[in-house]
């Protein structure tokens, strides 16, 4: 399943497919990247970063591609589990003491 | 051995009254940080401490007022609770790396 921008902010997947959530960030100075994974009631949960000088990076069954050309993040997730249903966050560092800039949010929901 | 702790968890008051939430972190962080989640689940940055020293001031009401006793407590007071507060209020911290540590959330319910 595959998530076209921030429009959707649902996203709804069988169990053992790969799910692709997609992000457009907005500031082309932007030199970090972190996705956050957030369950119900609980805080956010780091899940990997890139750094603006890579374009991909490989985690534990994730994997986040950078687009620096057109502002573009997405975050793969393979073999999706149960356990991963939750809101996915995608967030920016602009730099400076501004802290992190995070993006609205996609659900996944993982279908039996 | 919570990284990011903030209490209560959860907070139910009237209208009008003055609250506050805590936070501690022993992860030895420089930067302390409070998040506003709402309804819609938008992540909205509120204040930021480095070292004590406020450095991000959103234009949040001054109603709101965050307080460091040292580098690894940032409190967050409320005076004169209103409806619209009503939201999960979240403490991180970050180390030299930029990636933050989130706290389980204080969830507020204004009546």
């Known amino acids: 399943g595959e998530n076209v921008g921030l429009h959707l902010p649902t996203l709804s997947v069988q169990e053992g497919d790969n799910s692709i959530i997609n992000c457009a960030y907005s500031?082309?100075?932007?030199?970090?990247f972190i996705w956050y994974k957030q369950e119900s009631g609980k805080g956010p949960q780091f899940i990997i970063d890139?750094?603006?000088?890579?374009d991909k990076r490989q985690g534990q069954r994730v994997t986040v591609l950078l687009n620096k050309t057109v502002k573009h993040l997405s975050l793969q997730i393979a073999a999706t589990q149960p356990g991963d249903s939750a809101v996915y966050f995608c967030?920016?560092?602009?730099?400076?003491?501004?802290?992190?800039?995070f993006g609205k949010g996609t659900h996944l929901i993982i279908q039996p | 051995d919570t990284a990011v702790s903030q209490t209560p968890k959860y907070l139910v008051t009237q209208m009008g009254n003055d609250k506050s939430i805590k936070c501690e972190q022993n992860l030895g962080h420089d930067t302390m940080y409070w998040y506003k989640q709402d309804s819609k689940k938008f992540l909205k940055i509120m204040f930021s401490y480095n070292n004590k020293e406020l450095i991000i001031n959103e234009t949040v009401p001054n109603r709101f007022s965050p307080k460091s006793p040292d580098k690894a407590h940032l409190n967050l007071h409320i005076n004169s609770l209103e409806l619209g507060d009503s939201a999960v209020y979240f403490c991180?911290?970050?180390?030299?790396?930029?990636?933050?540590?989130f706290g389980e959330g204080s969830r507020l319910t204004v009546l």
């Open positions: 967030a920016e560092n602009r730099g400076g003491a501004d802290g992190l800039t």
């Open positions: 991180a911290s970050s180390g030299p790396g930029g990636e933050l540590f």
């Open positions: 500031n082309s100075a932007s030199d970090y």
């Open positions: 890139i750094r603006s000088n890579m």
